[in-house]
């Protein structure tokens, strides 16, 4: 085991004044804690700055506050802010390797840290962390397995959003924007759908280890059903609650938290129950439930949620809102067009999943073989 500080330059970021921070983009941009992930910043710096602290595309940085992330700088060079701080590998250590090694300590550093309202990282627990370090020819062979597996995985999640993009381009290109509903005939979703809504008390006394199934928001996702975190209903409690039972083809909607996110119940999740979502059970001779689903999910759908969303902290939709949004109605044959290409299109997302999962895997379970 070696010190951190022994095998690698620890640079702190400077406490830059507030007053200079600007939008204009034409002055430098200033890396703050939120910005370490993505790569980016969208805040700026007015003032005079000490060269000392710019940071390049390459350097790598680690945030104090929150989660403690540690990533690449990604975009054009930038200002080193107080709470964020730059690591230099020295001659013998492998940058690459010390990122990886240094994710999985600052996780259990973070794991174990105290808070009442953000976690904070300091200079002394960074100072004396330790490391393993092997020798330079073993760290390099262990970056370049863990960076190929990284790029996989990148390369299956924007696989992932393109096809999600490739779904929303579709229904733009046979439906026209938000702002052309006027081109179809209208109606609202309550005319083609019966609208109910999951069990909405706190449903404990009915949990169970093992029993039906139940959805909540969590499983609901943009067009997909999340397939985890299930709680499931004892065999009483599922029978108490006849109107929340998922069938088929049911349309399910998020109330809470994300209001609107909609998927369509595949025959899998048929005789499942609900805990406070909306269902909408369509008339399949009138609309074509992944049509429902899309439109929810769409702008279309979207802007007039958010008109008809209260709740400052906790945004929520109610069903009333849900029954009276305007849907528009092009013929069956169009949206039953549509439904077939999310079909297929979905086909191709369950395959890149599946790899993606399965690269996940592997990378999860070597990053605990090398770190522990």
Known sequence: MVKLTDVCDIQYGYAFDSKCFTEDNSYMPLVRIRDIKRGFSETFYAGEYPEKYIVHVGDLLVGMDGEFNIAHWKSQKALLNQRVCKLVAREGTNEEYLRFAMTKSLKDIERKTAFVTVKHLSAKELNKLELNLPTIEEQNRIAKILSKLERVIDWREKELQYLENLIESRFIELFGTENELDKWPCCTIG????????????????????????????????????DNDWVYFTEEGHQKNQKSIIHKNDVLVVRSGAPGT??????????YNAIDIIIAHPDSSKVNPVFLAAFTNMPHGMNQIREKTSGAAQQHFNVGGYKTMCLIMPSMELQNQFAAFV??????????????????????????????
């Open 191 to 226: 005319e083609v759908a019966d609208v109910c809504v999951g069990v909405v008390i706190k449903p404990t006394q009915y949990y169970a280890d093992k029993g039906i199934p139940a959805f909540r928001s969590l499983n609901i996702g943009k067009m997909q059903v999340k």
């Open 262 to 271: 909609a998927c369509v119940a595949t025959e899998k999740y048929d005789g």
């Open 343 to 372: 079909e297929q299109t979905n086909k191709s997302k369950s395959a890149v999943q599946k790899s993606l999962d399965e690269a996940q895997l592997l990378f999860d379970s070597l990053m605990q073989k090398y770190f522990g």
